[in-house]
Structure formats: structure tokens, C-alpha cells
T-cell receptor, first 115, second 113 residues
Framework: DVKVTQSSRYLVKRTGEKVFLECVQD?????MFWYRQDPGLGLRLIYF???????EKGDIPEGYSVSREKKERFSLILESASTNQTSMYLC??????????????FGDGTRLSIL | AQTVTQSQPEMSVQEAETVTLSCTYD???????LFWYKQPPSRQMILVIR??????QNATENRFSVNFQKAAKSFSLKISDSQLGDAAMYFC??????????FGAGTRLTVKP
């Protein structure tokens, strides 16, 4: 089974801090994704990556950046955390583009609170 | 832009009964993929069922089946013989040509014993 591991289930940070959320997958997937999940809004895509050192903006990239130095690891960075970034963050990975019927596999999520 | 709409924020069903969750989407593509995901409380999101748009036959996975109406851009999920373990948030999703996904807002399903 695919394993997507997010480094923290719960995280509390302060306004203005630089926050790192880490995600690791063990299936050699090229594609990796970061979403935030908010009640009534579903999942919204922040950034995604098709390969090492590649990144693409999703629907809500403002205030975030990402890093993919190794194929298995995709990091989400909150440059200067703000209270409106309090949310559940989900990481996902999937097989390459030719398999568009391939689902995304999700981690357990990180519930981030910014005080 | 592709959008996915789930018009039912909450649904409830009696154990052993059948429930249908609605999903509509908007796209100009002719070939695409649709998914239903389940997110149990405080647990990982998992795939329930998927449908290829070029297939006319509705997908089925045990007690879960879809009603895919391509012309109407509708993709509903039917859960038969509902079980307590089916209680979860259900998300409908559309996979874009760029391989990212668009998700609906979700439907919270409650199963009553």
C-alpha cells in the first residue's frame, strides 16, 4: 500500500513564524500535492509538483511556498504565518500523468493552528 | 475552469438503507476522470470509487455505485445497505488535464443505528 506520511498531526505556531510542513511518500510517485481543507470549502489546491525541483501554483498559493529537493519529499512553507492560515493541511501523491485514472493517495493531515 | 458542486452539506441514512449523494461538475473536456473519496472522522481520506468519462457503464465497488450522467455532468454516489462505518465526509472530485484534482465542498453522511 502507498504510504503518505505527514510529519505532524497537530501543530501550534505563532503569527509571523516561518512554518514547515513535511510530507514523505514511499511509492516513487512523481506527482505530489498540498491542499488545505476548510469546512464548507472542501479541499483547495495550494501547490503541486510533477518532479523534483518542479512546482506549480494551485488555486490559493498566496502566503505559501514549496520545496521538492527529493522525489519522495514535498515541503510546504508558510513564510510568515497568519491567523487566516489556521486550517487542516493535506498532502497527496499520485502516479504520473499517463494514468489519469490513478487516484491521489493522502496523508493523515496536519491540523495547524496559528495563534 | 473546472468546478465541482456538492449541493448537500449533510445527509443522514438509517442503517441498512440506501442513500444517494449528489455531485455535479463543469468542464469543457470530453475525456476525464471522476472520483468519490471518503474521509472518516479524524482519519485518512481514501478512494471509494472512480469513473472514466469515456465509459458508459456505471462503476460499482461492492455496496458503492455511481450514476454517471455525462450529458447532465452529474456523478452521484449510491451507498446500499448502509453501515455505521460509512459515516464520514464524502468528497466528489474531478481530475483535470494537468493531473491535479478539483474537489467539491463535501457531504457529511450520518448513519443512524
Amino acid at each position: 500500500d502507498v504510504k503518505v506520511t505527514q510529519s505532524s498531526r497537530y501543530l501550534v505556531k505563532r503569527t509571523g513564524e516561518k512554518v514547515f510542513l513535511e510530507c514523505v511518500q514511499d511509492m516513487d510517485h512523481e506527482n505530489m500535492f498540498w491542499y488545505r481543507q476548510d469546512p464548507g470549502l472542501g479541499l483547495r489546491l495550494i501547490y503541486f509538483s510533477y518532479d523534483v525541483k518542479m512546482k506549480e501554483k494551485g488555486d490559493i498559493p498566496e502566503g505559501y511556498s514549496v520545496s521538492r529537493e527529493k522525489k519522495e519529499r514535498f515541503s510546504l512553507i508558510l513564510e510568515s504565518a497568519s491567523t487566516n492560515q489556521t486550517s487542516m493541511y493535506l498532502c497527496a501523491s499520485s502516479s504520473p500523468g499517463t494514468g489519469r485514472n490513478q487516484p491521489q493517495h493522502f496523508g493523515d493531515g496536519t491540523r495547524l493552528s496559528i495563534l | 475552469a473546472q468546478t465541482v458542486t456538492q449541493s448537500q452539506p449533510e445527509m443522514s441514512v438509517q442503517e441498512a438503507e440506501t442513500v444517494t449523494l449528489s455531485c455535479t461538475y463543469d468542464t469543457s473536456e470530453s475525456d476525464y476522470y471522476l472520483f468519490w473519496y471518503k474521509q472518516p472522522p479524524s482519519r485518512q481520506m481514501i478512494l471509494v470509487i472512480r469513473q472514466e468519462a469515456y465509459k458508459q457503464q456505471n462503476a460499482t465497488e461492492n455496496r458503492f455505485s455511481v450514476n454517471f450522467q455525462k450529458a447532465a455532468k452529474s456523478f452521484s454516489l449510491k451507498i446500499s445497505d448502509s453501515q455505521l462505518g460509512d459515516a464520514a465526509m464524502y468528497f466528489c472530485a474531478y481530475r483535470t488535464p494537468f493531473n491535479d484534482m478539483r474537489f467539491g465542498a463535501g457531504t457529511r453522511l450520518t448513519v443512524k443505528p
